[in-house]
């Protein structure tokens, strides 16, 4: 049984056929690695499958279950994106907590995810803060700590590092490769950047016109591309 399965989704606003007929299937623990031009519908794409978007037809699948109609409060996926979308008013550790005590879960539970997050995330010192005083990386880290402590069964991250500048881009895709290892956990992660595709990945999955123009191991994408958006991104000389 894989992780995550989409069937053949399609996705139209209006006139404009975003996704023809997607298909993946997602192993237990893989981090996959999804790329293509800008507006080809990645984050569509996963914003489907965390239920924030509806889908045209098709039928998205998480460890087994058909989950189309399902609240995204309740795939057991958790998502981070690329504007962190923290809190301002609350500190680190209530933007941590806030979404374990809406969903019930017992105080001495949420402080055992907590330090075992930050300790993960090296997020210690910073507990109590807001938002306003972090820098970039360490807000990112801190919505990535969000996301662990609700245990998903599935990642999703939509360009997670975009945002932020050269260094602390290394180190933070050296932390999130770290982190898929010690958790096991399921990603999906997309980003547009080719040395974090080629180190993070996998497979990678390749997404124009709406399909998914090849899926493979990067070693597989460079060695035999499917086409030309295939060569030119992995930077393969065919
Ligand atoms: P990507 O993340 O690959 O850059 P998106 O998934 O954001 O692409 O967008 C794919 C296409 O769908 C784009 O052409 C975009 O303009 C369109 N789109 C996305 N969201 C909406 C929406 N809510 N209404 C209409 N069109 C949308
Ligand atoms: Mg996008």
Do not use: W
Not at 15 to 28: A, F, Q, S, Y
């Amino acid at each position: 049984m894989s992780a995550l399965n989409v069937e053949h989704v399609t996705k139209r606003f209006g006139d404009t056929h975003v996704l023809n007929g997607i298909d993946l299937d997602v192993e237990e623990g893989e981090l996959i690695v999804c790329v293509g031009p800008s507006g080809c519908g990645k984050s569509t794409l996963l914003r489907i499958i965390a239920g924030l978007e509806d889908h045209t037809s098709g039928h998205v699948r998480i460890a087994g279950t058909v989950v189309d109609a399902t609240p995204p409060a309740r795939r057991g996926i958790a998502m981070v994106f690329q504007s962190y979308a923290l809190y301002p008013h609350l500190s680190v550790a209530d933007n941590m907590s806030l979404a374990l005590k809406r969903e019930g879960v017992a105080k001495p539970e949420i402080a055992r995810r907590i330090a075992f997050a930050a300790e993960m995330l090296a997020l210690n010192p910073l507990m109590r803060r807001r938002p306003a005083a972090l820098s970039g990386g360490q807000r990112q880290r801190v919505a990535i700590g969000r996301a662990i402590v609700r245990q998903p069964k599935l990642f999703l991250f939509d360009e997670p590092l975009s945002n932020l500048d050269a260094a602390l881009r290394v180190n933070t895709r050296l932390e999130l490769a770290s982190l898929h290892r010690k958790l096991g956990a399921t990603m999906i992660y997309v980003t547009h950047d080719q040395t974090e595709a080629m180190t993070l990945a996998d497979r990678i999955v390749v997404l124009d016109g709406g399909r998914v123009q090849q899926i493979g191991t990067p070693r597989e994408l460079y060695e035999q591309p499917s086409n030309r958006f295939v060569a030119g991104f992995v930077g393969s000389p065919k």
